[in-house]
């Protein structure tokens, strides 16, 4: 058989802990665009080059693939059988999707109502079997932990180390495609495996001199899910952005350290501005995110209306899923432009739009 270019792992392979003969599982991810905004920094009167990282548009619709194609292929390699993960909803449609690749089966546990209606549906169809429980993500993961010990089954959540090494490539693709590292990368924060893989990324470019700088890493949470800012992990985080939706981060050394050795900062938001730049990416850009995906903008254009993020700093904002995701709050957020209905004539269709210009 011909072999096609496959993904970010063929890409960056010689980056990747993979070898000659590993079977490489692959929906071919990675090569997301980096889109420049060209509204919104005329819109706040700053001069700011922001760009967006939109990992909306890999095969499940979030940057989790990046991270799954090297975890399934790497249980596969191991020999596994099965997956499990706990997920607020992107890791276990990524992870079904990529079990469905290999022929593997994939167990998902989920918390019950707390994920967005497209998430649900992707990994129903994708034919994982799924575990709601009555608990949150933070009770789902060490549940996982547990079971892991007890059935023959492969973690693939961030805390398998796969996970990082496989998104790490994000960065390596930002720094390709400008030339350099940005000056600042913002990001949402939730398990945090997201901000410590990047980090990893820019660190091992600028350490091989493919790049000479490295950016500021900005931490963003939902204000009702913010451990980093609290400092210590909380019990029942609560927020809209439910990708976000965790209290006890699993990469909580390596966030901290990303933190700490690029100069950045951790910050929290409101579940109304986190939606509000939601908002306006979508309705200034064109560019639909998911609410969690969103916190990144929020918190880039704080810092800019500050100033901590100065004048003429090259910034990246990861938007992390697709806005398709999450139907009933895009529903929500629109709620008062509700399409009007008028008869199937001519005269009608011409007066609804003279009215509107
Ligand atoms: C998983 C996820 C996050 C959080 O990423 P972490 O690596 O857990 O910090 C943010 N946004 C979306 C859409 C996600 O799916």
Redesign the pocket.
Known sequence: MQKHYTGLIERYRDRLPVSKSTRIISLCEGNTPLIQLQNIPRMIGKDVDIYVKFEGLNPTG???DRGMTMAVTKAVEAGSQAIICAS????SASAAAYAARAGIKAFVLIPEGKIALGKLAQTLMYNATIIQINGNFDQGMELVKEVANHAPVSIVN?INPFRLEGQKTAAFEIVDELGFAPDYHC?????????S?YWKGYKEYATERVCSNRPVMCGYQAAGAAPFVAGHKIDNPETV?T??R?GN?Q?WDFAIAAQQESGGWFDKFSDEKILAAQKMLSQFEGIFC?P??ATSLAGALHDIASGKIPEGSKIVCTL??NGIKDPEIAMQQCADAKPVTIEADLDAVKRAILDCL
């Open positions: 979030s940057f989790k607020t909803g992107n890791t961030s990001l949402p924060v939730g398990n945090a495996g997201n901000i893989a952005a990708a976000i965790i981060p990469s998911e969690a995906s992390t899923g």
